[in-house]
């Protein structure tokens, strides 16, 4: 089986598995919306007095939250298809000639060499470069291909889970008695909980996502530190990928090749070392 056609068989695999978690966030997602444009809330408000443009860009932002939510979900994460020879040979070749770098490691699923900083994901079956978490919000794996869209995205849904929030807020008003209230507001108050949650749920991933990026960590070697081989025998507190946090923050933004993470390993090796 060819590369081209085994990478077609894991985004298969990736879109079998998570069918059920993607189904389940498309219908909240719109469910709270219709829920919100159908009470007296402000979106209600501006339609009934022809103030279009207020609706309008909410729902073009609840669309684009969907779409950035398939699109992360979907994508390959960067899933190792070839040892690290032929896939990259400057990263065989760093870990052959550079006795600082650790020699590299053989997967004992996929039986693939890695290359430095990948990771076998037990819930997608196959190694991820650069590998940070396998999130069951999007029945993927978050790696090096699709880190910075999964941030994106958690930046557009937290713009839109706020909106949401203050939205739901504005379609509550004083009713005579409170079982009467709560007949009438019942969804709406469904609706405020199920955002709030999320919001503050969102915040925090996102908050700890850019910090990891701006010192090019990953979830996986910030929480596991002490099983990662090539971080053994560095300091606690030093990082051998880190050039500074506006250089972390331009390399995961802007640059789209894959990285030879052995290449950096041994430039900054040294000062990082115990």
């Given at each position: 089986m060819g590369a081209g056609s085994e990478e077609e068989e894991m985004v298969r695999s990736v879109?079998?598995?998570g069918l059920w978690v993607r189904a389940a966030?498309?219908?909240?997602?719109?469910s709270i919306t219709l829920v919100l444009f159908l009470h007296d809330t402000d979106l209600r408000r501006c339609e009934e007095r022809d103030e279009l443009l207020?609706?309008?860009?909410?729902?073009?932002?609840?669309?684009?939250?969907v779409l950035l939510y398939f699109a992360v979900s979907l994508m390959d994460p960067g899933f190792v298809l070839k040892d690290a020879a032929q896939a990259l040979p400057e990263e065989s070749e760093q870990m052959i000639t550079d006795s600082s770098v650790p020699?590299?490691?053989r997967c004992g699923y996929c039986?693939?060499?890695q290359p430095m900083r990948a990771?076998?994901?037990?819930s997608c079956g196959h190694c991820v470069r650069r590998f940070d978490h396998h999130c069951p919000w999007i029945g993927n794996c978050v790696g090096?291909?699709?880190?910075?869209v999964f941030v994106l995205y958690l930046c557009v849904q937290l713009l839109t889970l706020l909106w949401a929030t203050h939205i739901a807020l504005s379609g509550f008003s004083p009713v005579a008695s409170w079982e009467r209230w709560f007949k009438v507001h019942v969804f709406l108050l469904g609706a405020l909980l199920v955002v709030g949650v999320m919001s503050l749920v969102t915040l925090a991933l996102l908050g700890c996502h850019l910090y990891l990026a701006s010192t090019n960590c990953t979830t996986w070697e910030f929480m596991s530190r002490h099983r990662v081989s090539y971080l053994k025998n560095v300091s606690d507190d030093g990082n051998p990928f880190d050039r500074g946090a506006l250089c972390n923050l331009w390399a995961f933004f802007c640059l789209c090749r894959a990285q030879v993470w052995e290449k950096v390993y041994v430039k900054n090796f040294a000062k990082n070392s115990v």
């Open positions: 879109f079998r598995s966030h498309t219908v909240l997602s719109w207020l609706p309008v860009v909410f729902f073009l932002l609840v669309v684009l939250s020699r590299g490691r039986f693939l060499l990771r076998h994901c037990a090096e291909r699709n880190h910075r």
